[in-house]
């Protein structure tokens, strides 16, 4: 059974930094494609980042394009999510996701096995 368990959300003043990560078990990670989500209150779950099994190809949503970065390391079962440059709407809950078929979607139901989810939440 696939278990992600994120970690690393936190408070953060706008313009600071947070690096989240997501622990994969019970399964072969390097045959996964991972995404990461996140979710405002009374808000829809929206995409923010996708990486590849290989980790060579990523995706980004626009409203993060350029300040996050995704990165895996196959070797430790990890994912992670660099945040630079926050801003106070980048507050949500954030998830990490599996998927064990694909490649970089960017919709939610395209994802197997969710992680539980960590806070970020950025002040003005």
């Known amino acids: 059974q696939v278990q992600l368990v994120e970690s690393g959300g936190g408070l953060v003043q706008a313009g600071g930094s947070l690096r989240l990560s997501c622990a994969v078990s019970g399964g072969t990670f390097s045959t996964f494609a991972m995404g990461w989500f996140r979710q405002a209150p009374g808000k829809e779950r929206e995409f923010v980042a996708a990486?590849?099994?290989?980790?060579?190809?990523?995706s980004y949503a626009d409203s993060v394009k350029g300040r996050f970065t995704v990165s895996r390391d196959n070797a430790k079962n990890t994912v992670y999510l660099q945040m630079n440059s926050l801003k106070p709407e980048d507050t949500a809950v954030y998830y990490c996701a599996a998927d064990y078929g694909r490649t970089l979607q960017r919709i939610a139901p395209a994802y197997d096995t969710w992680g539980q989810g960590t806070q970020v939440t950025v002040s003005s």
């Open positions: 990486i590849s099994r290989s980790g060579v190809s990523t």
